[in-house]
Each structure stands twice: as structure tokens, then as C-alpha cells.
């Protein structure tokens, strides 16, 4: 029996990500929509109706006006937005998070994935929070810069334009108020937002984030090895989530925001040196793959009990 899926928002840039990685799917079938259906209330709401399996790429307002026209009790909903992130009744999307997180997000019914930047961020901080490595009352920085297409198609637009003459890299976020901050202090277990500080690069795609941690000042001063134990516990065995051992980071000179290219794995790095008690983690990722439609293929699978890793680019 297949299940079927409509992608509401099938025609933006992670619409169109999680298309192409289902094309050939097993197992499921597709409800798609005209132009001209796109624009008519009643085609979407009957397609909203008719799935097993809905995914929301849309802007947040349109992703909660397409919740409310829903009117069964057995559609599934898998939002990409970030309209529903820390929305009560609905489970966040990262089945790495934690132990129980995959079977979460098994048993419900409204499935929030979370954004490409706290994808990094929790990946590296939530097992130290769990481990007790980093107290939850630590002051936790976090910067990094992402590719240019997770600002959308005006952003795109604004970087490919043939009379365009963007910068390299480029500060953003400078109010300190980020939409993302409620998610990291969430799901991480801090008790305070974390400091965040992004950045654009002159690339399309692909994602470096940085948390440092000065280990010399922290409870118990932890050593980098302590932090690496914990974060290689967390993924042990994991197809989409990797930890480079010590050995090859300390052999790295650096980290490529193309490190793992349009792909949907993530991959983590701790970089520490014992003599100054610091730490610099890092995590790379695809902010269209594990950041957004990679994640959600991985979601449709658990929510539809398929191999986890069908259609994902590792």
C-alpha cells in the first residue's frame, strides 16, 4: 500500500529540493496541482484533504493557513517552515535530537523540521547539555555562515541577478533576535538564548556552524577529549550524522563551506587544544539538505515507516 504525498509549495527551492530526492521513491504516490489549481482555495484544500502526508514549503503565514484547512484527523503534516518550530502539539523534526526523538516524531501527527542553522547548533550542544558538559546556565556563542539560497528566492534573485554585485560574506542577525533563537534555547536545554551570530557567503549552498567553548572556565574544566567521547556517543552508528575522529580533525587545516556539498549527511568536528583549555566545534551541512529538504525526506520516512534513509543524498 503506498502513501500518498502532496508538497504544498512545490515549485520554491526546497519544494523542488524534496521533489527531485523523491523521484522514484518506493512506496508512495503524488498529488500535484496545476499552476492554475495552485491558485484555486478549493484543488488545495482538497489536496491538503486527500494525502497521507502533507509537506508545507511555504512562507509562515501560508503554512499556518494551510494547517487550518485541514479538517480530517488523519493527515499527517510535516512543515518546513519555521511557523510551527515551538508550536505546542507539534514534534520537532531533528530524530537525532535526543534518545526518543526518532520515535517522537514515529508516533505524531504534526511534525515541525526544524531550521538549517539550529540543525548545526543543537547536533553540536544538545548531547553536552544532556552529557552535563555544558551547563544549562552556560553562556553558549554561536556563529558561522550559510550559502546564499537559504534566504529564499529573493535573496537568490539578489545574488544571481546579471547586474548584482554582492559582498563575499556579510554579517546579519545584528538585532540579536533571530528567528532560530527560540529553537536553540529550546531544544538544546539551555536556560538562556544562546548568542547567535550568522552570516551569508557568496555561495548558493552549504553551511559551516561554530560554537566555541573555553573549557578552562566551565564546571569541572572538561577536556577536549571529554567533549569529543560525548558528541562520538551521540551518533554512534548514525547513516546521516558523523563525527570526524581526533586524529583527523587535528590533521585539518580547515573546513570548507562545501564540505559535504549538496548532500544530506552532517557531519561534526571538535577542534581543542588541551594546553589553552579551548574548544571550537563545527558542524557542516547543506543548508537545502539536512537543513531543510533532506530533513524533511527523512521525516516522510519515519512518519510513513520506510527506510530511513530512502531518497536521502549520502
Known sequence: ???????????????????????GHRDLSFITLSDEQRKDAAARRAALNDADIVILCLPDDAAREAVALIDNDRTKVIDASSAHRVADGWTYGFPELEPGQRDRVARARFVANPGCWPTGFLALVRPLVLAGLIPADWPVTVSGASGYSGGGKSMIAEYEAQSAAPTGFRAYGLGLAHKHIPEMTRYSGLAHPPLFAPAVAHAYRGMIVEVPLQLRAMPGAPSPADIHAALAAAYAGSNIVSVATLEDSRAMSQVEIERVGATDRLELFMFGNAETGQALLVAALDNLGKGAAGAAVQNLNILAGLPETEGLRL
Do not use: N, Q
Open 1 to 23: 500500500m503506498t502513501t500518498c504525498v502532496f508538497i504544498d509549495g512545490a515549485v520554491g527551492t526546497t519544494g523542488l529540493e524534496i521533489a527531485d530526492r523523491l523521484a
